[in-house]
């Protein structure tokens, strides 16, 4: 009981924190993005990289550009994880094989963090810092470029400009995530979190045994990981490792840190379009969303229906007992509802239910509340799906936000909803009748079709955390994961960067008395539905066979 009460009482804090900075973050984003002056150091930044600030470029240029640095980015990556052998404060750590360093490239740079290595006998510092910390924060300010070029195809009209893709990604760093990370690396640091250059400490265990306990800049890396919602830890335990995670104040301020841009950014959203009334009703669907699978994980992780965990008296097996119940329920649903993946447990320690439900999070295509920048855009396109079927039911072209939504919107819409659950189920398909998926397994049955299917819904949905039950290691699991975060990221934002195009390019519509009112309960509830239908009519089989027979069991 004493757990259920300081469970609820860090959901309070969490609640009124996200409350307090929600309008004041979310409208200094706004302004951010629609500023026409540009600081100091963001014009010598436009200087080197001879990038002209003050021009604007089409859907098809903001989409070049986007797939051209993140090309790049993959290959410094790479680069820099096959040469570190060579690179100072690289602490004797050996060179990273071709698939592993194609995998990590891959997953850093699509806002992944997928991690089939241990971080701290892989890494050195420098490929820690200089390739995987950098691409923490670019990463993230793709998805937030993304998000403000498709608010931009709806508040222009008669146009075909977008915005300009390095602006966006440079303010998105600059003037939003750096400022935000660095005040809270001082915060964590405070709090007990480690920031060292040094490789590690030698100490003698109790039992006389020499061992080296690995340290690192971990309080820079930390903050970073959980603010552009990238996950990726700096050591193998990630956020249950004390170094990373040390105190229940700590676990309360990364999980803050998970979710406050994405929810800021429903607000930032309605300040953008002039209408505040359209973004609390996409957070509403948001919030109904996340605190429904937090009820079902935290329910299900007090109420176990394993023999050993019934007589233990709660499902404590890979949980921190520093964080409980409470807290480990919430920072797994926090962490699969964004694209995070940063864990503070175990998850295939999770019960059938609480694993299922932390795996039905990234099925909803983590809207709730979603990636940094991924969340509303992945929302927006599922507003647009309500909208349209709402059309249909009345006979009349469907409407949002004074933009037609005809054949090629839906059709883009479409492929970006459509990304996600085809490479789940086609390459999970594929693995589980693999002999090679078998010994990568360590359980069998209902279990085992769980870890699968969460690998390949993690990488899909650019999430990056994992049930520890299955060893990825194998060239097929390298490869086709490396794929689906690929095509999982990119393939949605050419769709919304096309669909962005189009809505800017038409003219506004004004509302009439026919106009379907697209801010309050009814059309939240819609979004909702539209939401749950998908992910009902894609996934339930599979869920079946897995989470909800394990949970039967």
């Not at 699509?110 to 050195?124: D, I, K, L, M, R």
Request: glycine content about 12%; some cysteine; charged content about 10%.
């Amino acid at each position: 009981m004493n757990d259920t009460w300081a469970g609820l009482l860090q959901l309070a804090l969490l609640l009124a924190a996200l409350a307090v900075v929600y309008r004041p973050l979310g409208d200094y984003m706004a302004r951010a993005f629609t500023s026409k002056g540009h600081w100091k150091l963001e014009r010598a930044l436009y200087k080197v990289v001879r990038v002209n600030p003050d021009s604007e470029q089409r859907w098809s240029t903001y989409a070049y550009g986007v797939l051209g640095f993140s090309f790049v980015s993959v290959l410094f990556l790479y680069l820099l994880q096959r040469l570190q052998t060579v690179l100072p404060l690289g602490l004797g750590r050996p060179e990273i094989s071709p698939s592993v360093a194609f995998n990590t490239a891959v997953s850093f740079v699509t806002n992944t963090n997928w991690q089939s290595y241990v971080p701290e006998q892989a890494f050195g510092h420098l490929v820690q810092m200089a390739g995987l910390t950098v691409q923490n924060f670019v990463s993230g300010a793709v998805g937030i470029a993304v998000a403000v070029a498709l608010i931009r195809g709806f508040t222009r009209a008669n146009t075909d400009r977008l915005g300009n893709v390095w602006v966006d990604i440079t303010r998105a760093v600059v003037r939003v995530l750096l400022p935000i990370a660095v005040l809270f690396a001082v915060v964590l640091m405070g709090l007990g979190v480690v920031q060292s250059l040094s490789g590690g400490v030698d100490v003698t265990g109790i039992d006389g045994a020499q061992h080296t306990v690995a340290l690192a800049p971990v309080a820079s890396q930390e903050v970073i990981k959980e603010l552009g919602t990238n996950g990726g830890g700096v050591l193998n335990a990630n956020s249950a490792h004390p170094f990373e995670n040390p105190n229940g104040w700590t676990n309360l301020i990364e999980i803050f840190l998970i979710l406050v841009i994405p929810v800021s950014l429903t607000r930032t959203f309605g300040t953008m379009i002039g209408d505040r009334k359209q973004g609390y009703t996409l957070l509403s669907v948001m919030t109904f969303l996340w605190g429904g699978m937090l009820a079902v994980i935290w329910w299900a992780e007090a109420h176990p229906n394993g023999p050993a965990a019934l007589l233990a008296g709660s499902a404590m097996e890979g949980k921190e007992t520093r964080f409980g119940i409470p807290s480990s329920a919430l920072f797994a649903d926090s962490t699969t509802g964004t694209s995070t993946g940063a864990v503070n447990a175990a998850h295939d320690s999770l019960t059938g239910l609480g694993g299922g439900g932390a795996l039905l999070n990234m099925l909803f295509s983590e809207i709730s509340p979603g990636g940094v920048g991924t969340g509303i855009y992945s929302i927006l396109v599922f507003a647009i799906i309500a909208v349209f079927l709402a059309g249909l039911m009345v006979g009349r072209t469907p409407e949002y936000l004074g933009k037609k939504l005809g054949r090629k919107e839906i059709t883009m819409a479409s492929i970006a909803i459509l990304a996600m659950p085809t490479l789940v189920l086609v390459f999970a398909g594929i693995a589980v009748v693999l002999p090679a998926t078998g010994d990568a397994l360590t359980n069998s049955g209902a279990h085992g079709l769980s870890e699968v299917l969460y690998a390949y819904a993690s990488a899909s949905n650019n999430n990056g955390s994992a049930f520890g039950g299955l060893t990825v290691t194998n060239d097929w699991f390298q490869s086709t994961l490396g794929v689906c975060m690929a095509f999982g990221r990119f393939i949605p934002i050419l769709a919304v960067l096309c669909l962005a195009g189009g809505l800017a390019a038409q003219r506004k519509v004004p509302p009439s008395a026919g106009t379907l009112p697209t801010s309050g309960p009814l059309f939240a509830s819609m979004v909702a539905g539209s939401v749950l239908l998908v992910a009902a009519l894609t996934f339930v089989p599979a869920l079946a066979l897995g989470p909800i027979a394990e949970a039967l069991s």
